[in-house]
């Protein structure tokens, strides 16, 4: 064969043609997902089979055999295959707003109402004036929120002990201020342990191995016990401001690591092309590093918003009622005592977190495919 | 005006003007005795092996690296560790880099618009008017609202270029700016930077494009270890270099590239 004939020169181009049948499609999906080969067909039949016989069960429970009203546990004692929501239902207002007085609990309704509105605001991407929605969100509402909350004899709003706050709206709130102090406070200590000060590193890195060395329930009780001993007598730290102060700093340890995560992944390339374009370090911080280093981390913080959230049930040791200290005290009412009734209530406060921690976990998911769509 | 005055003050100072340079990387001695003055308006291409601290002394300009002997004025102000100085020299110092360095997460005309605005104050307005003019000239201004990571190669070093030349820079430096790109790409940023150099920027450029060099450079500065080996107008230093090493390096080099 002469070398000649191993030459070749396109002629025609190939022409596009539409990808073969069975390689997209549901069936395809299936194909491949569910019935990939023997055994995985197996199991895909075994646990549909167990959710078609489960379901049924669980629904019926939640629903058509559930007691829905009652004025005391008599029935629900009586009906044990059923969930016993009447009590829920009964103890509504206790778990909603702990022993906040009855004649002043639209304060609370109006204040999350308020607040929820400048959240979504806030969290709805393509929202109009969101620096707006920042500004309203982070210095007016705190202030409002604690006219409303707490009282305030200028406006003619009666004071409300914080000893007499509690259930779902303490739960919320210690969440709610957890999340907004614990990330900047993180930020700030993920950049002073990257500082190329000595002293302020020194101190970042000596307050976060401090706190993560430490159980939350520890640091609870030394914000319930240590924080009076530090201030002067007259400024007696509120007893529920104590415990917020405990979620704030130990929520803010593992943020400030998880960000630090984030500041380290960024090439050295980005701070000095930040530099080679004379931006002060305050700005290349603030306009070219965080914004990458912290949509890099997004899935670790809002992980860290998630156990926050839990962590707001722990409040109680120090005193605080939350939600889940509240749904205990409902269940020990001897008038409401009975198997199904204090099940029902666990489902019921499962649920509760449920909701809103998936919720957050797919505000993240979101906001994770909307970031990537644009910049790969 | 202040400013003018101030110009006029530095009217017969050079650009740039090294004088008995040293740095150290821990005990590695990266730059040793650099004395290199660069007239206003000159580009100057170096060149060398790597780790002949080529790179090291262009990042020297405008202090993403620190020298620790001898001394670096810049457009009439001396580099130290005063931070106001360094800042001064940075908003006239632009830099091109070999991986571009833009910043993923705005656009194009984010990337363009950020230190006119944050370190020259100019209002956002005026800002994108420049960045669009100057993004038309290295064209790719139809890129403009495009996140740095769906461009080319070749388009993300010349949007990295607009950037620079946003701040109206006197001086641009070049650090291999087209080392990281593919083939077919290459031209494209080397005519971006010839046409800059026929408009009178003073440039430092650090590469290993002979050509360029050939057809650009006023002065060609060949450095190996750490040392100023030679520095020649590129006519005479193609042709009769003196130095033996300056011989081998180019004999190498153009055995490659022929």
Redesign the interface.
């Known amino acids: 064969m002469s070398l000649a004939s191993l030459a070749y020169v396109r002629e025609a181009p190939e022409p596009e043609e539409a990808p073969p049948i069975l390689s997209s499609g549901a069936l395809a999906w299936a194909r491949a997902n569910l019935f990939s080969s023997i055994g995985s067909s197996f199991v895909t039949i075994g646990c549909v089979a167990l959710i078609a016989y489960l379901l049924p069960q669980l629904a019926a429970w939640a629903t058509t055999r559930a007691i829905w009203s009652a004025s005391d546990g008599a029935v629900c004692r009586q009906h044990q295959d059923g969930a016993c929501w009447a009590f829920v239902i009964t103890k509504w207002d206790y778990l909603r707003f702990g022993s906040y007085p009855a004649a002043e609990r639209w304060r609370v309704n109006v204040a999350e109402a308020i607040g929820a509105a400048l959240i979504i605001w806030l969290l709805w991407i393509n929202a109009p004036r969101r620096v707006w929605a920042a500004f309203l969100f982070f210095v007016v509402y705190p202030i409002l929120a604690l006219i409303l909350l707490r009282g305030s004899s200028w406006f003619g709003l009666p004071i409300v002990d914080t000893q007499l706050w509690g259930g779902i709206f303490v739960s919320l709130l210690t969440a709610v201020v957890g999340i907004v102090f614990s990330l900047p406070l993180g930020v700030l200590l993920a950049l002073g342990r990257r500082s190329p000060l000595p002293a302020i590193r020194l101190a970042s890195v000596l307050f976060i191995e401090f706190v993560r060395g430490v159980p939350f329930i520890t640091i609870l009780f030394m914000a319930n016990n240590l924080l009076p001993l530090f201030v002067p007598e007259t400024w007696t730290p509120d007893r529920l401001l104590r415990p917020l102060a405990g979620i704030v700093i130990f929520s803010a340890a593992y943020m400030a690591e998880e960000v630090r995560g984030g500041l380290q992944s960024l090439g050295r390339g980005q701070y000095e092309a930040a530099m080679a374009l004379g931006l002060s370090y305050a700005r290349m911080t603030a306009l070219v590093v965080l914004p990458q280093a912290l949509s890099l981390v997004i899935p670790g913080i809002v992980n860290n918003f998630i156990g926050l959230f839990m962590d707001t049930t722990l409040i109680s040791v120090v005193g605080a009622t939350d939600f889940l200290e509240a749904m205990n005290n409902a269940i020990k009412d001897p008038i409401w005592a009975g198997p199904t009734i204090m099940v029902t209530g666990y489902v019921f406060a499962g649920i509760f977190y449920f909701v809103f921690c998936f919720g957050m976990a797919r505000y993240s998911a979101h906001i994770e495919r909307v970031l990537a769509k644009g910049r790969k | 005006m202040s400013s003018s005055l101030a110009d006029a003050d530095r009217s017969d100072e050079a650009a740039i003007r090294f004088s008995g340079v040293h740095k150290w990387y821990g005990s590695f001695h990266v730059l040793r005795n650099i004395n290199l003055t660069v007239g206003r308006g000159e580009r100057i291409v170096v060149c060398g092996p790597s780790g002949s601290g080529k790179s090291t002394l262009i990042r020297c300009v405008?202090r993403?690296e620190e020298h620790q002997r001898g001394s670096i004025v810049v457009d009439g102000v001396e580099l130290t560790d005063d931070i106001k100085r360094i800042?001064e020299v940075?908003?006239e110092?632009?830099?091109v880099?070999q991986?571009f360095?833009?910043?993923?997460?705005l656009s194009i005309l984010e990337n363009c618009t950020?230190?006119p605005i944050?370190?020259r104050k100019m209002p956002r307005g005026e800002a994108e008017e420049l960045a669009s003019k100057l993004l038309a000239r290295v064209r790719i201004l139809n890129q403009a609202h495009k996140?740095?990571?769906?461009l080319s190669g070749g388009q993300q070093q010349r949007a990295?270029i607009a950037?620079?030349l946003c701040?109206t820079p006197k001086i641009m430096l070049f650090d291999e700016p087209t080392s990281s790109l593919d083939p077919e790409m290459v031209k494209e940023v080397l005519d971006t930077m010839s046409e800059l150099a026929q408009e009178g920027m003073t440039m430092i450029v650090v590469t290993h494009e002979m050509g360029f060099a050939r057809q650009v450079a006023d002065r060609i500065v060949f450095m190996d270890l750490g040392e100023i080996v030679e520095v020649n107008a590129p006519l005479p230093f193609f042709q009769h270099p003196q130095h033996e090493r300056t011989k081998l390096f180019l004999s190498q080099i153009l055995h490659i590239r022929h």
């Open positions: 405008n993403l800042d940075r908003r110092v632009g830099m880099f991986n360095n833009l910043f993923p997460h950020l230190a944050w370190v996140y740095p990571g769906q990295a950037r620079a701040m």
